[in-house]
Every structure is written in structure tokens, then in C-alpha cells.
């Protein structure tokens, strides 16, 4: 009806008018809302057909205002971009062209050449502007920003043809899918030295289903490669970006001291996305992960330390890792048989991994929580884990332990390499649809001691007997815990006074399609 279009102080008034002047005074309303809709309508016309693709007075025209509404051509102005370096170039300046076809790694090349020739001053920063920028895989250099600006997106070519060939690390001795070399990274850089990749939440995307399609037809001859990787290098900064779709492994730390991943979104499909893993530390020292958001086809977070014989080789340890104020999920299916987790220490760890510390954590809609794995021939150690104040949101086995992990590089791995597992504290465990809340399977010759339970309430939805799996395990509850604990544990009461002894238990039946 014409009335319901009329503001309300009009209404009563229409309704007392004869029939005739009725109709007239509606027909008039209803023609008058129809031109006002065609007026709207020509006026957002207008909008886009004045629309430009260029910057007029500091103000961006034209579909590339970065998807923000403009009036006349004019959209708000871009966040302004702050200078984080004495040097500051923009990569138009060195020819690039970002509208998503024109290949860029030129432009990137000459960039970050023209930093290097800074020499030992405060560096130079980088910035990409808005648009959407196609490259193969550049280096970055030491004393370097790498700034992306808001609407901003480097996008990876798709044809590995253009990726280059290096060879395996050297604590893997292989590619980890493919013997022999691997791809590199997007972005690289290696023995490098004050390092920034930040932005106004710019995007990296790996655009990496090609890469997902071909990995699992088997049509790759060499291992696929990392979105980010940083390489020996120290006072590494990433903060404020977004990294989406990697090829494999998204940002991949090696070896490196003084690490900071600060607000950083990272994405990949949770299906169809193989071996996507968020972040991946490996054989690091001094680093925070703090305050991200990742959802990913595997581990959304994954500290390692290299494999079997090459590992303990190598022998460099990932230790002092604080992991804190993030929100993960990774793959559910079980269909897929993905073997991922949210959070998982090894099983690549031959070279040791100690200190750390993961608090303020959820992890919602994934297969497993949190989880340490490793096997015989790993050697090296595990120790000294603290988790604490941990949201468990329907994940299917929430704490998982397993020495079993029986991936190896080669056959000449050591057989008589045996890990040790001793020192993991867990307080603060909490959560809801949880089907097995603690699963911690060590072996005769791989046990896993001083493992520690404090305040953990975690809602089941499964009615299994052995819903707290243990064997060959020895350590302690402190205070109530539920579900209850199996009999390898000592029960202490809040103030330390033991109120039960531990006894050895028989290895429960284990449903591992949970």
C-alpha cells in the first residue's frame, strides 16, 4: 500500500479524504516515491561513472578507493602511511603496477636493492599501496620495512615454473614432501638483520590452490613452499598483516633469535588446503606469538626443531617461546585424515625443544587442541611446557601426547634415538564438546614424565569409559579436576598434601576415529 510509504503524520489525514481525492492523493505519492527512487538511483549511477583510477589531492578516485563508498569521486582519505625508516621509497616509484596482471618482481628486486645500498644507517622502508600487486619470490634485506598499506595485496604467480629451487634445510635433509630441493618462499630473506613486514592489515596471498590441486594429484617433483620464510636472521618483526592460501607451510621461521608475530591474521581453507600450517618455529630462540587469529587446513601453530638424524645433526633447539592471546582452528574432518592441531610441539624436534609458554588460548572446531608428538629415531628432548588458561570449543581429543609418530626422513635414521618428555604443566583447561579431553600415550621406552593437571573442567560429549587415556606416564593432579584423572597420576589436594598415590594402570582401549 501507497500509505505505508508516507511518513506517519500523513496517514490519518489520507484516510479522511473521499474515495476520488483518495486515489489522486495516493497516485500522486506513489508517483512521487517513484521519482524519488529514480533520482537515487541516477545519482549512485553518477557516482561510479565519475569514477577514476588515480590519486587527486590526497584523496583516492575510482574503483580503486579500496572498496569504500565515495561520493563525486571523492573517498576518504587513506590512512596516512607513518615513516618507520630514514628512507622511505613507494614501489610505483621502481615501476610496479598494481592492477593484478602485470607481474611485479622486478619492481620488488630494484626496491629492496636500493635498500641494501643504505648501508648500516636506519634502513629503509618499503610501502606498497593499495592495489593488488602479482610477483614471483623476492628476497628481503636486512634494516628493512616492508610496509602494506590498507587495500593493499601481493598476490604469488601461480606457475611454480617461476619459484626457485633451493636446496633442503639442513636439519631435514630432504624436502619434508619430496626428496631432493624445495621450492622457496613468496617472500624470503636469509642471514638478515632488523626486519619489519607490518601494514595497515595489507594482505600476502599465496593464491596457493594450484599448488593444494597439484600436491595431491602428485604432480609436484619437489616440495611445495612457504608464503613467508625468514632464514638465520635476527630481530625479526610481523605485525598487522594478513597472510592467506601459502602453497605450504604459511610463515616459517628457520633458525632465527628475537622473533615478534603480533596481530596477524592468517587464512587457508580447513579442507582441500593441505599442510598449510599458520606459523611453524623452527629451531628459534626468543620469540613471541601474540595476539592473532588463524584458521588453516593444518596445525595453526607448529614449533619444530628439525628430523631424525639431520636434526640432531644440526642441533640447534627452539626454546624461550611465548605463545599468547590467540584464536585457533584447524581441520576436523576425519574423513581427510589430517593429523592436525591447533597448537602442536614437534614431531619434527630432533634438536630439542624447551620453554614455553601458551596461555590465553582458544581453540574452536578442530580435530585436536593441543598436542606434542614425537617418535623413536627423533632423539633430542621435550621440556619444560606450560599451558595455561585453555578454551577447548568442540575439539574432538583436547590434549594429546603421542610418541609414535613414526614419519621418518629415511630408513638411516637411529633406532636407538629415543626422545625424552618430562616437565608439562596444564592449569586452566576449560571448554565444551570435547569428546576425549586428555590422550597421552608414551612407551616403554619413551615415557613421559612430571606431567601436571590444575583447574581443568572440560564438557564431554562422548560416554566412552576411558575418556582420560594414559600409559606410560607418571605425574600429578592438584585439586578437583573433571573428568577424573586415570590411576598414573598422584592427587594432591590444594595445599599440597597428597591424597592419593599413583598407581600403573593397564593400557585402556583407545578409539583413535574419535
Known amino acids: 500500500m501507497v500509505e505505508t510509504l508516507l511518513p506517519s503524520r500523513f496517514q490519518s489525514h489520507l484516510q479522511k479524504l473521499d474515495p476520488k481525492r483518495r486515489l489522486l492523493a495516493s497516485t500522486i505519492a506513489s508517483h512521487k516515491t517513484l521519482l524519488f527512487a529514480f533520482l537515487w538511483i541516477a545519482a549512485f549511477a553518477s557516482v561510479f561513472l565519475w569514477q577514476r583510477t588515480s590519486y587527486i589531492g590526497g584523496y583516492v578516485v575510482g574503483p580503486v578507493a579500496g572498496g569504500r563508498f565515495t561520493v563525486f569521486g571523492r573517498a576518504k582519505p587513506l590512512r596516512p602511511v607513518p615513516r618507520l625508516r630514514p628512507a622511505v621509497f613507494d614501489l610505483k616509484e621502481f615501476g610496479g603496477v598494481g592492477d593484478g596482471v602485470t607481474v611485479n618482481t622486478e619492481a620488488f628486486e630494484r626496491a629492496v636493492v636500493e635498500i641494501s645500498k643504505l648501508g648500516g644507517g636506519g634502513g629503509g622502508q618499503l610501502n606498497v599501496p593499495p592495489g593488488r600487486w602479482l610477483t614471483a619470490p623476492f628476497n628481503l634485506t636486512s634494516r628493512m620495512t616492508l610496509f602494506l598499506a590498507e587495500d593493499c595485496e601481493i598476490l604469488g604467480v601461480e606457475d611454480e615454473k617461476f619459484w626457485p629451487l633451493m636446496p633442503p634445510l639442513p636439519s631435514y635433509g630432504y624436502g619434508r614432501e619430496r626428496p631432493g630441493p624445495r621450492y622457496g618462499s613468496l617472500i624470503h630473506g636469509q642471514n638478515l638483520k632488523d626486519v619489519v613486514i607490518t601494514g595497515h592489515n595489507g594482505t600476502i596471498n599465496g593464491q596457493g590452490q594450484s599448488w593444494w590441486k597439484k600436491h595431491q594429484r602428485r604432480l609436484l617433483n619437489n616440495t611445495r613452499g612457504p608464503l613467508v620464510q625468514i632464514m638465520w636472521s635476527s630481530d625479526i618483526v610481523i605485525a598487522n598483516v594478513t597472510l592467506r592460501d601459502s602453497p605450504f607451510w604459511t610463515l616459517h621461521p628457520y633458525d632465527c633469535k628475537n622473533v615478534t608475530i603480533r596481530n596477524v591474521t592468517i587464512l587457508a581453507p580447513v579442507t582441500g588446503a593441505p599442510n598449510t600450517d599458520g606459523i611453524d618455529p623452527d629451531s628459534c630462540e626468543d620469540m613471541v606469538i601474540e595476539d592473532c587469529y588463524i584458521s588453516t587446513g593444518d596445525d595453526a601453530i607448529a614449533i ?102 613414526n614419519e621418518h626422513a629415511d630408513d638411516n635414521y637411529d633406532r636407538k634415538a629415543y626422545p625424552t618428555l618430562s616437565g608439562f604443566s596444564f592449569s586452566g583447561i576449560h571448554g565444551q564438546g570435547v569428546r576425549v579431553p586428555v590422550r597421552i600415550h608414551g612407551s616403554e621406552q619413551i615415557p613421559v614424565r612430571n606431567v601436571t593437571f590444575r583447574d581443568m573442567s572440560v564438557g564431554l560429549t562422548y560416554k566412552k569409559k576411558h575418556i582420560f587415556q594414559c600409559s606410560f606416564v607418571k605425574g600429578r593432579v592438584v585439586g578437583s579436576i573433571f573428568p577424573r584423572p586415570c590411576e598414573n597420576f598422584d592427587v594432591y589436594d590444594e595445599e599440597g598434601r597428597l591424597v592419593k598415590p599413583a598407581t600403573e594402570s593397564t593400557v585402556p582401549d583407545i578409539d583413535y576415529d574419535i
Request: hydrophobic share 40%.
Open 304 to 405: 619444530k626443531s628439525g628430523w631424525d638424524q639431520f636434526g640432531i645433526a644440526y642441533g640447534r633447539p627452539s626454546t624461550n617461546i611465548l605463545i599468547r592471546n590467540l584464536i585457533v582452528r584447524s581441520v576436523i574432518s576425519l574423513i581427510l585424515c589430517f593429523d592436525s592441531a591447533g597448537v602442536s610441539i614437534g614431531s619434527e624436534m630432533s634438536g630439542g625443544i624447551s620453554n614455553v609458554t601458551i596461555e590465553n588460548l582458544l581453540i574452536w572446531n578442530s580435530r585436536r587442541g593441543v598436542r606434542i608428538k614425537t617418535a623413536q629415531g627423533r632423539g633430542g628432548y621435550i621440556k619444560n611446557i606450560t599451558y595455561k588458561n585453555v578454551t577447548l570449543d568442540n575439539v574432538r581429543v583436547g590434549i594429546v601426547i603421542k610418541t609414535d609418530y
